[in-house]
């Protein structure tokens, strides 16, 4: 399939009409910055021309809310940058709450609103980036959060 094949997969699983998923796959295709390549296989496409796609698939059918779980893990350090710094673009642009687990804290501190640590299951604590870094509860969030000296 195609690129905009793939993205219009899921609206054509909600039976929209032709004209419509159409119109909605190509939208999608700007926002990710991708206008002219919905035509192309996906197996032709860069790792982070990939994440857009996928990103588009998940956004095509207009979520309430989007979960975006390590999206970023498989890119290199220079593609990571520019992809999270897409993707907050475009979450903002849409206005959609989003959900983003990682384990890279400089992608949590630099992409998120609200973070949520979590230690074997359970929530430790909730903030701003700024105030969990600055004012970590425990040990266990200020070693996840970023290095820091402790004293005994």
Not at 25 to 52: F, T
Not at 79 to 108: F, G, K, N, P
């Amino acid at each position: 399939m195609t690129i905009a094949a793939n993205i219009a997969f899921g609206l054509q699983m909600r039976k929209l009409p032709r004209e419509e998923i159409k119109k909605r796959v190509n939208q999608i295709l700007a926002l990710v910055g991708m206008a002219e390549m919905g035509d192309r296989s996906p197996g032709m496409l860069s790792g982070g021309q990939q994440q857009r796609v996928a990103l588009a698939r998940a956004l095509v059918i207009e979520p309430k809310i989007l979960l975006l779980d390590e999206p970023l893990s498989n890119l290199d350090a220079k593609l990571r940058v520019e992809m999270r710094t897409e993707i907050r673009r475009i979450q903002e642009e849409l206005a959609i709450t989003s959900i983003y687990v990682t384990h890279d804290q400089e992608e949590s501190l630099s992409i998120s609103n609200r973070i949520a640590v979590m230690n074997e299951g359970r929530l430790v604590q909730v903030g701003a980036p700024r105030e969990i870094y600055e004012a970590p509860k425990n040990k266990f969030v200020a070693e996840c959060i970023g290095s820091i000296n402790f004293l005994k």
